[in-house]
C-alpha cells in the first residue's frame, strides 16, 4: 500500500480561539521544532501537530493527532476534580512500562507485534515502531478505545474523557520517546559492553528505561525468534559483579524473554511444527523442566541450559502459564479418535506434575486438568467416541477408558450419566446372558470390567452400584451356565475342586461379591473334607512335611480372599 505522510501545524491565539493551519511539512522533527518554537515565542496559545497519511490506492486520508500543547490549557486545572477521570488505568506516561501495561499491550496488539516480530519492551522503546504503530492510525486508537470502554463500565467517567485522557499519555510516552531517540539517550553497546552500561546507569530513575532501549536497539539485527532469544541470551555471559547492576540487566532480560514466550507465534518459530497441540505443550513442558534437548535452535538451547539451572524466574513463569492457559482451553491436544487424546493428556498429566513446585501449584494443575476433562463428558465428544463400539461391553471398555484419564469429581459423576444406561440395557444382559459363548469367558470379561470400576475415581455409592450390577450379572450367568457345579463333578477330588475355584479366585476371573462368595464358600466346604490337607501335600512335586505344605496352602488361600484363620478352622488334616 503506497503511502505519502506529511504533517500539519496548527496554532490557536486567546483562550477561545480557534485553530488556524500555520505550516505544512513533511518531516516529523521539523513539525515538533516548529510547534515549540511558536509557544517559546509567545505567537500563540496552543499549538497541535497532525499526521496525514495518504494512501494513494484509495485516495483516503487518514488522520491522527500526534501532539498538543498550550498556555490555556492550564486552564484546566482550576475546573473541579469532575473534569478528570476519576479512575485510570494509568496515571503517568511511565505507568505504560509497567508490568501489568505491557500486558495489557501484549494483548491489544498482538498482531501488531506478531507481524512484526517484536516484543512489547521493543515496541515502547524503539522510535521507528512506534512510527509505525501510529501510521496504522484505527488499530492505534482502536486499542486505546478499548481499554476506555472496559474501565469506563466500572466509572462514571464519561467514556470521551477517558479516551482523551490515555490518549495525552500514550502521546506523552511516544514523544519521549522520540526525543531520546533524536538526542540518542539508547546507548548502542555490544553483549560485552552491556553490563558496564548497567552498572553506569546504576539506581538512576530511568535506568531501566534507558537499558530496555538499549537492549531493543541492540535486538535489531535479529533474524526470527529464536534469533532474537539468543542474542538475548548472550547478554547474560558477561553479567557484571556489581549487585545493583547486575539485577538491573538480569530483570530487562527475564522480563523480555517472558515476553517472547508469552507469544504464540514464537513459541510456534520455536518449537518448531509439531502437528498437534499435545506433542507442542509435551516439549514445552519439557523446556520448562530443562530436560529437552533442542536441536538447530541455539536461543532455545541456551533457554534450556537457563532453564535446567532454575534461572530466569520471570521468564520460567511465563512458560508455565502458558501451558496452564492451554490445558484450559477447548483446542483438541490432537486431531483424530479421542482416545489418542486421551492417551496424549495422561502423558500430558505424568509430566506436568513435575512442574510442581514455587512456579505451579498442585491446585493450579489439578484446576487445568479438571477444565480440560470437561470437553470429555460432554454428549458429542462421548458420542463420538463410541461410535465404533458394536457391543456393549465394548462400550462400558471405552467408558472407563475416559474415567481413567480424567479428573474431577463432577466430571466423573457426569460420566456416570453415560455409563449407566449401557448397563441397564437389555443388550447388556443379552450379550451375557443369552449368549453362546462360554460362561467362563463372559464372567471373567465381567469381572476384568468390575476390577477397573472398583479402582475408579467414581463416587462410593456410584462405584459399588455399578460393581454391584456387574457381578450380579456374573452370578446369574453362573447360574444358568452351572460353572461351579461342572466343577464339582468334572474334578476327581477335593483338593483338585479346591484347586480349580482357588485359581479362578486369585487370578481374578470372578466378579467380588456374591459371586466370588460362593466359590469361597464351596472352597471352605472342600477344605473341610477327611485327609484334604494329605492330599494337598501329595499333589506338591517334592512332597513337604505337613506343616509346610499347610503354610502354602494358607499363602494360596490369602490370594484367593479366605483369611488365615478361616484356613486354619475349616482346613481337615
Not at 555490544?190 to 548497567?198: E, H, V
Not at 465394548?394 to 456416570?416: C, F, Y
Request: contains cysteine.
Amino acid at each position: 500500500m503506497a503511502q505519502e505522510i506529511h504533517y500539519e501545524i496548527f496554532r490557536r491565539s486567546g483562550a477561545k480561539g480557534g485553530w488556524l493551519l500555520h505550516e505544512v511539512v513533511t518531516a516529523r522533527d521539523a513539525a515538533r521544532s516548529i510547534a515549540e518554537d511558536l509557544m517559546k515565542s509567545e505567537r500563540a496559545t496552543g499549538v497541535k501537530i497532525v499526521k496525514e497519511t495518504y494512501d494513494t490506492e484509495t485516495g483516503n486520508y487518514l488522520t491522527l493527532k500526534i501532539f498538543e500543547d498550550g498556555h490555556n490549557r492550564a486552564s484546566r486545572l482550576d475546573k473541579t476534580a469532575k473534569d478528570e477521570p476519576e479512575s485510570l488505568p494509568c496515571f503517568t506516561a511511565d505507568d505504560l512500562y509497567s508490568y501489568h501495561a505491557r500486558s495489557t499491550i501484549a494483548r491489544l496488539l498482538s498482531d501488531f507485534l506478531t507481524r512484526n516480530r517484536i516484543t512489547v519492551t521493543e515496541l515502547i522503546h524503539r522510535a521507528d515502531m512506534l512510527e509505525k504503530l501510529e501510521a496504522t492510525g484505527t488499530l492505534y486508537q482502536h486499542a486505546i478505545q478499548r481499554i476506555a470502554v472496559a474501565q469506563a463500565s466500572s466509572s462514571p467517567t464519561p467514556v470521551a474523557q477517558i479516551i482523551k485522557s490515555l490518549n495525552d499519555l500514550a502521546t506523552k510516552a511516544i514523544h519521549r520517546v522520540y526525543r531520546d531517540e533524536r538526542v540518542q539517550r539508547f546507548a548502542d553497546a555490544t553483549p560485552d559492553r552491556f553490563g558496564a552500561l548497567a552498572v553506569s546507569l546504576g539506581e538512576q530513575p530511568d535506568a531501566r528505561y534507558l537499558l530496555n532501549g538499549a537492549i531493543a536497539r541492540y535486538l535489531k539485527q535479529a533474524d526470527g525468534w529464536d534469533g532474537k532469544l539468543a542474542l538475548l541470551l548472550a547478554l547474560m555471559t558477561n553479567m557484571p559483579e556489581e549487585e545493583a547492576g547486575r539485577h538491573l540487566l538480569l530483570s530487562c532480560i527475564d522480563a523480555i524473554t517472558a515476553e517472547i514466550l508469552s507469544g504464540s507465534a514464537a513459541l510456534h518459530e520455536l518449537l518448531g511444527e509439531q502437528g498437534a497441540l499435545g506433542n507442542a505443550l509435551l516439549i514445552l513442558v519439557q523446556v520448562f523442566l530443562g530436560t529437552n534437548q533442542a536441536s538447530g535452535h541455539d536461543g532455545l538451547r541456551a533457554l534450556i541450559r537457563h532453564f535446567a539451572r532454575d534461572e530466569l524466574p520471570e521468564a520460567r513463569a511465563a512458560v508455565a502459564n502458558r501451558i496452564l492457559a492451554e490445558l484450559k482451553s477447548q483446542k483438541r491436544l490432537v486431531q483424530g479418535s479421542i482416545g489418542d487424546e486421551l492417551k496424549i493428556q495422561r502423558r500430558l498429566a505424568n509430566q506436568v506434575v513435575l512442574m510442581e513446585g514455587k512456579y505451579l501449584g498442585h491446585e493450579d494443575i489439578l484446576a487445568a486438568f479438571t477444565r480440560r476433562s470437561q470437553r470429555f463428558v460432554t454428549n458429542e465428544v462421548v458420542v463420538q467416541h463410541l461410535a465404533d463400539a458394536k457391543e456393549p461391553d465394548e462400550k462400558l471398555d471405552l467408558l472407563l477408558t475416559i474415567e481413567e484419564n480424567i479428573v474431577g469429581a463432577e466430571n466423573k459423576r457426569r460420566l456416570v450419566h453415560f455409563l449407566t444406561p449401557v448397563l441397564q440395557s437389555s443388550a447388556f444382559d443379552q450379550q451375557f446372558l443369552t449368549a453362546k459363548t462360554p460362561p467362563l469367558l463372559r464372567i471373567q470379561r465381567l469381572a476384568a470390567l468390575q476390577a477397573r470400576v472398583r479402582r475408579s475415581g467414581f463416587q462410593d455409592k456410584e462405584r459399588n452400584e455399578i460393581a454391584d450390577t456387574l457381578d450380579r450379572v456374573a452370578s446369574e450367568v453362573e447360574s444358568r451356565g452351572k460353572l461351579f457345579h461342572s466343577i464339582e463333578h468334572r474334578a476327581a477330588g477335593a483338593v483338585e475342586r479346591a484347586l480349580l475355584l482357588l485359581k479362578l479366585c486369585s487370578e481374578g476371573s470372578l466378579t467380588e461379591g456374591r459371586l466370588s462368595a460362593k466359590a469361597r464358600e464351596l472352597i471352605i466346604a472342600n477344605l473341610a473334607r477327611p485327609g484334604f490337607l494329605s492330599a494337598y501335600s501329595a499333589t506338591m512335586p517334592d512332597k513337604p512335611a505337613p506343616d509346610a505344605a499347610l503354610s502354602d496352602l494358607l499363602q494360596t488361600l490369602q490370594k484367593a480372599g479366605i483369611t488365615r484363620e478361616t484356613g486354619l478352622k475349616s482346613i481337615a488334616a
